[in-house]
C-alpha cells in the first residue's frame, strides 16, 4: 500500500475542485504540506482582491495533504474535514498564495493541523486551523 504522501501525491493533481483552482504542489513532507495557488483573474471577488472562499479552499486542501502525509492510509483511501477555521488577515491582490500546513497533533484517525496562507512578498494573508479524520 502506498503512504499518505504518495496518496496526495497522486490524488491532489486529479482532484477536479483543485484543478478548477489551479492548485499546485510545491512541496509534501513528513506532517507538512506546501501548496501554491497562482493568482488568475477568475479567482477574484472584487478588482484584483482573490476571494476568500479560494483562499479557504486552499488552506483546507493544505490540511488535508498534511493530514495524510507521513501517516499510514486507511485501507478505504477516505478521509474529510471535520472542522476548519480561517482567519483573513490581509487582502491577497493579484498575487499568487503559497499555503504551509502543518499537523499540531496526529492521533490514529483524527488530526490536528494548521496552515499559513501568503502572498508571494510574504505577507500573511490567511491562518487556518483543522481537524481532519482519515478513513
Do not use: K
Amino acid at each position: 500500500m502506498a503512504d499518505g504522501r504518495e496518496v496526495m501525491a497522486e490524488f491532489i493533481p486529479a482532484s477536479p475542485l483543485v484543478q478548477l483552482l489551479g492548485i499546485r504542489i510545491g512541496s509534501l513532507g513528513d506532517g507538512e504540506a506546501t501548496l501554491v495557488l497562482p493568482y488568475r483573474p477568475e479567482l477574484t471577488t472584487i478588482g484584483e482582491t482573490v476571494h476568500g472562499g479560494a483562499i479557504a479552499a486552499l488552506a483546507d486542501t493544505a490540511v488535508m495533504a498534511a493530514c495524510w502525509c507521513g501517516a499510514e492510509p486507511p485501507e478505504s483511501l477516505r478521509g474529510s474535514t471535520v472542522d476548519l477555521t480561517v482567519h483573513y488577515l490581509a487582502p491577497a491582490n493579484a498575487s499568487d498564495l503559497t499555503a504551509l500546513a502543518r499537523v499540531l497533533r496526529r492521533g490514529r484517525r483524527i488530526s490536528h493541523a494548521e496552515a499559513s496562507v501568503t502572498d508571494a512578498s510574504g505577507t500573511r494573508v490567511a491562518h487556518a486551523v483543522g481537524t481532519y479524520q482519515l478513513g
